[in-house]
């Protein structure tokens, strides 16, 4: 799986829409970007994947830029209990163990009051 | 709908002792994962069942860790002759396609 390069951590005031991104200047063709955030003493969480095309649901949105080499993971309208760290994944289908994961650091996002 | 549900929530156990961590994973998700955590740690994987295939135990760190998989549904964690390195938080996820959805781990403390 590609590599990825998130900043450790980020602010966002309450209310407003926290963009986090994301740099996976290796990925390949075949391999989704996908985004899970784990809050303290939580399980993780998945929030939204994609390919190649913009996503959006119910938790946020996915930008990945035309050349694929980095994306953005927007909560258009951050709360307190959006505080997590975030973590953005590069995978292929398949592979070692079906597609296990493994996180990186992630970036900790702070959402304040 | 239902998530993946993980019980117990918290265990605490001494040295020596054994102990099963069970995972109920959503309902017709065909492949399982175990995972760890330690504090402030990323995931280690465990162990992975898909269907009736036999399971990757390839990250399994040693002998005293099995898992089962029952009907192709429940799953259970047994870690025999508990260490104090055992301590961490187990999750189970289950997936749908390729995304994983994980249930609310386990903490296991060994004194």
């Known amino acids: 799986d590609a590599k990825t390069t998130q900043p450790p951590s980020m602010d966002c005031a309450e209310g407003r829409a926290a963009n986090l991104p994301c740099n996976h200047s290796?990925?390949?063709?075949?391999?989704?970007v996908y985004w899970y955030r784990q809050i303290h003493s939580q399980g993780p969480q998945y929030i939204i994947h994609?390919?190649?095309n913009n996503e959006t649901n119910e938790m946020a949105s996915l930008i990945i830029t035309e050349d694929r080499k980095s994306s953005t993971l927007i909560l258009p309208h951050a709360t307190l209990r959006d505080t997590a760290v975030y973590y953005c994944i590069v995978r292929a289908p398949g592979g070692r163990a079906g597609n296990m994961l493994t996180f990186g650091g992630g970036t900790r996002l702070m959402v304040k009051p | 709908g239902a998530g993946v549900s993980q019980s117990p929530s918290n265990k605490v156990t001494e040295k020596g002792k054994d102990v099963e961590l069970r995972c109920d994973p959503i309902?017709?998700?065909?492949?399982l994962y175990w995972y760890r955590q330690s504090l402030g740690q990323g995931l280690e994987f465990l162990i992975y069942?898909?269907?009736?295939?036999?399971?990757?135990k390839s990250g399994l760190p040693s002998d005293r860790f099995s898992a089962e998989r029952t009907g192709g549904s429940v799953s259970t964690l047994t870690i025999q002759r508990t260490q104090q390195e055992d301590s961490a938080v187990y999750l189970c996820a289950s997936t749908l396609e390729e995304t994983q959805y994980f249930g609310p781990g386990t903490r296991l403390l060994v004194l």
């Open positions: 069942f898909q269907g009736n295939s036999a399971p990757d």
């Open positions: 309902s017709g998700h065909t492949a």
């Open positions: 290796t990925i390949s063709g075949n391999e989704y």
């Open positions: 994609g390919l190649k």
